[in-house]
Structures are given as structure tokens and as C-alpha cells.
């Protein structure tokens, strides 16, 4: 647990313009759980254990199958705790695995069954909460230290990385702890110097959307959690799931960094940005996991031009490729 946290800056010498600003990348997925989210993970945890809320022996029940979920297993390993992790059937076994490989308990339940039933995926977390003893759900969109986690570690890491020279901090926002944490942080040790500028899917509440679905995984909101604090964004910028993807891929071809959907979504905002931006400006864009978990997606060739993300030349899918 002490290798959590500390990550590289890493020039994105791809993005690098004559005259334009310094473009670097915290790269999260060198956490020991492969994504920013461990940093949560650790600190919700502690905080459970000081307040009580959960025990020794205890058992944490979270809906997710993601990476809060890889960060909560490998903590809940370290300190004795059970995992339970409630996620609808549509996560690939390959996901499931993962948090099985930690020692957690994994329940799936029904996609095609409304919210108010009762082996909906919220039901089940809910029902599974009551009825185990020693429960305790950390609730990653309402839970303080999220953001809390970010304000303490990611955003002092930033100042102390760049010596106070960064200029504008770039990162998706799902829960929104990443962007509120960091970002107030920055905010307050700059006396507001320090802009902040949130990436957001097209579609998503974040940009305006109404929650219209996108497939880039991981950020984007169809309502507004209590981790996202509303004051902190200077700007929102909406990006298209097509160049979130594109710009992924560029980012292994171009920089050796093998990352996430949401990671080329982020770095297409800092691009954007980046036009806009001078010599003396230097702009971190933060990445949050790496590529390995969408191989059969973002780097499949075929997945890619089933959804006209790729030209159709440049498509080297075959029959029997797994879309
Ligand atoms: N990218 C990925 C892949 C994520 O799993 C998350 C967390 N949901 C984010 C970005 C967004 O981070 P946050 O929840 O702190 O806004």
C-alpha cells in the first residue's frame, strides 16, 4: 500500500508545439492496482476504520466492477478485510476475474431488469449492505474522502512535481473526485492561479448533456454526485467517443503509453487546450488506468469499425475477430 501514490510526470513530447506550452502526463496506471483509483481506495477505508464504520474482520460491499473495485480488493487484502463487489452481467468475465484473483466475492446480477427490482444491481448492493454483518459500503459518489484523497495526495504530488510551475491540471470526471480533490487543492496553493479543465463524453451532465449514452468507460454522468464540486471547473470541454479512442491509440504509437479510453479522452481536451496556450504555460492531464482492460475494445480493430470509429481501409479485422 505504500507504492500507492507518487506517480511520473511524463512529457507528451506528441503534443509538444514551437512556441506552445509544455504538456506533461501523470501516468496513474503505475499505481500497484493499475488505476488512480487506489489512492480512493486507501483513504476511504482508513477513514471507515478511525469513524468505526468498519471493523475488524468487516466486510465491504461496493457496486463496481471496475477500478474503485481493484483498488478496495487489494486493500481489503492487506488489512484482513472480505470483499463483496455487486456488478451487472454485461462486465466481461476478464473484469470479474480480476477481483476474484484478490480473494472478493463477486455478485452478478440481471442487465435487463428495471432499477425498482429487487435483483436490480442496486437492490442487490443495498440488500447485501442489511444483511451481512460487519457490512460497510464505502459509496465512492457521496464519500468525502474521495475527493479528499485526491486534495491530500494527487494535487501537493502535482505542485511538488512541476515546483509550482503548472498552469492547468486536465482530467476526466466521473465521480468527480479526481477533478474537485486535485483541483481545489491546486486552486488554493496557486491563490487561483491554476485552471482547471475538466473533460467530459459528449452526452454526459458534466458538458450539458442529459445522460446520453457513450462508450467511453469510466467518466461521464447521467446525474450529478456529491463528490463533483461544482466550483472548481473553469471549463468543461465535451469530447467524442471517437476521438477519446483515436487519441488512445495514438498515445501507445506515439508515446509507448498503453491507457485507457477515458485517458485519450482526457488528452484530447489538453490538445484542445494546448492550442490555446503559450510557451510558459505548463499543462498536466492525468491519466487514470492503463490499456490492458480494453484490449477486445479500444485496440481491437474490428470493435473499432463496427462503430465507424476507424476508416474502413484502415481496418485490418477479420472474420472471427471478436467484436
Ligand atoms: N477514468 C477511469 C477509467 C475511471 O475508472 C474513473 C473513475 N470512475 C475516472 C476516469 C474518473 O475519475 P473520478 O471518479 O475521480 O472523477
Redesign the pocket.
Known sequence: MDLVGNTPLVRLGSLSEPNGPLVLAKVEYLNPGG???DRIAIRMVEAAERSGELKPGGTIVEPTS???GVGLAMVAQRKGYKCIFVCPDKVSEDKRNVLKAYGAQVVVCPTAVPPEHPDSYYNVSDRLVTETEGAWKPN?YANAE?PASHYYSTGPELWRQTEGRITHFV?????????SGTGRYLKEVSEGRVKIVGADPEGSVYSGGTGRPYLV???GEDFWPETYDRDVCDEIIAISDADSFITTRELAERESLLV?G?CGMAVAAARELAGRCGPDDVIVVLL??GGRAYLTKVFNDAWMSSYGFLPAEASTATVGDVL
Open positions: 488505476s488512480v483509483k471496475g477500478n474503485t465512492q474521495n482530467a476526466g470526471i466521473g465521480t468527480g473526485g479526481t477533478i468507460e469510466g467518466v485507457g477515458s487514470p488506468d
